[in-house]
């Protein structure tokens, strides 16, 4: 025996408005097509077709763990009332009845009125959990670096990233009004959230299914090509084909690795910064005088499109170093040069941060020859600064 056909249908939006969903079902079943046990997924309803029938579909809030049966006990009673369980959706179990005379399970609006309470502060709890990790957490655990984070995360990933998440507090705050809405009609005796739906030729609000997943496919398929250009873009010292606009080690150290040095170098660039190159480098320098010194170098150098940028770029960086030291994080005097910016500090390692026009250098950097260190914060600051175009 061939399995029965399935048919999909795009749910009308939003999925919240459960009243507009259950007409809409209802609406369907005068066709021919009636929900399958299967359910909703991404915005789709699964659907079988059985002869058209004038059937009422409700959605009962059960308050249980995502997409669960319901309880026995609920079924067994419902079925008593003329009301066959369907699929899970949510919070919600669906119901259907074939029977006209089928008593109505929401009744009473001060029960109702209960439900849409619990359904209003659950939502205003996920707001205020997605709040609290997509914006307070950063900006606690790093601080306010929201110049840094475009440039490094790129302008393009971004923007998309910034309306991904605006769309999403935007829904939730949407359906938390719709919520706080039902329960104050229900307390004062009103109904609550059933609406009719009417057939349309063009349903708008089904295609923003599509739209959403064409926001998250779009932000992921740039995801994806910024993390693969990035690990393209790391290549070692040797085979670097460009410049490298700021001293390294035989500006700052002079001498000669030994044959274990570990040096890579990244470049890439963005909208607010067209050129940005970082290096990471390690390993012990024979020096002219014969002294092995075990050096390392990191460098974040940007090119930013003005000054004002790329002070904003240097200041976010200091305090996200602030923040991350965990107690490690020492203020150094600044030695003597005329850059538009500069901050010495102790973060681990010496770290200076400057600004030269509109370029942002963020470097640190370790030089040691037995118990003594062999490159002075004020000997590196001022290397670097003169390395600068």
């Avoid at 299967?38 to 789709?44: A, K, M, Q, S, Y």
């Avoid at 010292?237 to 170098?265: C, H, N, Q, R, S």
């Avoid at 102790?346 to 941060?353: A, R």
């Amino acid at each position: 025996m061939s399995e029965e056909k399935i048919y999909h249908r795009l749910t009308p939006r939003p999925v919240y408005d459960i009243g507009r969903v259950e007409a809409w079902l209802e609406g369907l079943a005068e066709e021919g097509l009636f929900l399958t046990s299967d359910g909703f997924f991404c915005g789709f309803g699964s659907f079988v077709k059985r002869e058209p029938a004038k059937v009422r579909y409700r959605f009962i809030y059960s308050g249980k763990a995502w997409d669960e049966r319901p309880e026995d006990g609920l079924t067994e009673i419902m079925n008593e009332s003329g009301w066959e369980f369907v699929a899970s959706r949510g919070k919600f179990d669906i119901f259907m009845s074939r029977d006209e005379n089928a008593v109505e399970p929401n009744t009473d609006p001060e029960l109702e009125a209960i439900t849409f309470k619990k359904l209003k502060n659950d939502t205003y709890g996920r707001i205020i959990y997605v709040i609290a990790m997509s914006i307070l957490y950063p900006f606690f655990r790093h601080g306010f670096t929201p110049v840094m984070s475009i440039v490094m995360l790129g302008t393009p990933t971004w923007i998309l990233l910034a309306v991904l998440m605006l769309t999403f507090y935007v829904n939730m705050i949407a359906e938390a009004v719709f919520y706080a809405k039902a329960y104050r009609n229900l307390k004062k005796g009103k109904e609550g959230y059933r609406r009719y739906y009417k057939k349309k030729k063009f349903d708008y609000t089904k295609y923003m299914h599509f739209v959403d997943a064409t926001l998250v496919i779009v932000f992921f398929l740039i995801l994806l090509i910024s993390w693969k250009r990035d690990s393209e873009s790391e290549v070692s010292y040797e085979d670097y084909k460009g410049d490298i606009p700021f001293a390294t080690f035989d500006e700052l150290v002079g001498g000669k690795f030994t044959d274990d040095l570990f040096m890579k170098v990244k470049s890439k660039s963005d909208i607010l910064a067209p050129q940005i190159v970082e290096i990471n480098s390690n390993g012990y320098v024979i020096m002219p005088d014969g002294q092995i010194v075990n050096f390392g170098l990191y460098v974040n150098y940007i090119e930013a499109k003005n000054n004002k940028i790329a002070m904003m770029i240097a200041k976010e960086y200091e305090n996200y170093d602030k923040r991350r030291g965990l107690g490690h994080y020492e203020k150094l005097p600044s030695p003597d040069i005329c850059a538009d910016y500069i901050s010495v500090y102790s973060n681990v390692f010496p770290t200076i941060i400057m600004v030269k026009d509109n370029i942002m250098v963020r470097a640190y950097y370790y030089a040691h020859s037995g118990d003594s260190d062999y490159l002075s914060i004020e000997d590196f600051s001022r290397a670097m600064y003169d390395s600068l175009g």
